[in-house]
């Protein structure tokens, strides 16, 4: 069973780019689409983008291009930076398997989560 | 940014049935499926329903999903002290190139 694990700086200054790295096991990350989603403490969920293994990439249009994805598959991870950060990042971001069945794309597997604070 | 509306809370007691709405629209319920996820408390997500009915191995058949229109629903029967969560609806939303919009939320109280 796949098996997701972020990993990155707990503290990022403000104005700063947050980098987080999405370790996967139990299964490779070729032929997959990986995503990140993000949850500010007691508030709902937001995705921030898909990316296939290849490193083709789909992003959250709200976020106005301060996304970015993208595959290590010699280490088999995943990564995200998030620049130019603000407190409204402060977040638990989540990395995530997407897979495909019965017409629907979804989110199959996750990582434990990774709480990130913006404050300088 | 686009969201589907989901109630922010609901309630009931053990052994009775609760449905929780999503509502959305056109561009995403209306021409996509929907997906249900179940976050216990301090926990990351776990998909319930996909493709607006399907479930995975493993879950329930106490958990259900329905979808008519813009609007998609989850139903849990028999309700359980452990269905005690958080419930998010999901769906691709084909507006501006393409994005996943997830519902606010809603808070299961089982009383």
């Known amino acids: 069973q796949v098996q997701l694990q972020e990993s990155g700086p707990g503290l990022v200054k403000p104005s700063e780019t947050l980098s987080l790295t999405c370790s996967v096991s139990g299964g490779s990350i070729s032929r997959y689409y990986w995503s990140w989603i993000r949850q500010p403490a007691g508030k709902g969920l937001e995705w921030l983008g898909r990316m296939y293994s290849s490193g083709s990439a789909n992003y959250n249009p709200f976020l106005k291009s301060r996304v970015t994805m993208s595959p290590d598959t010699s280490t088999n991870q995943i990564s995200l930076k998030v620049k130019s950060v603000t407190a409204a990042d402060t977040a638990v971001y989540y990395c995530?398997?997407?897979?495909?069945?019965?017409?629907?794309?979804?989110?199959?597997?996750w990582g434990q989560g990774k709480f990130v604070t913006v404050s300088s | 940014q686009s969201l589907l509306t989901q109630p922010p809370s609901a309630s009931g007691t053990p052994g009775q049935r609760v449905t929780i709405s999503c509502s959305g629209s056109s561009s995403n319920i209306g021409s996509n499926t929907v997906n249900w996820y179940q976050q216990l408390p301090g926990t990351a997500p776990k998909v319930l329903i996909y493709?607006?009915?399907q479930r995975p191995s493993g879950v329930p058949d106490r958990f259900s999903g329905s979808k008519s229109g813009t609007s998609a629903s989850l139903a849990i029967s028999g309700l359980q002290s452990e269905d005690e969560a958080d419930y998010y609806c999901v769906a691709w939303d084909d507006s501006l190139n393409g994005h996943v919009v997830f519902g606010g939320g809603t808070k299961l109280t089982v009383l």
């Open positions: 493709g607006d009915n």
């Open positions: 995530a398997r997407v897979v495909y069945s019965y017409g629907s794309w979804y989110f199959d597997s």
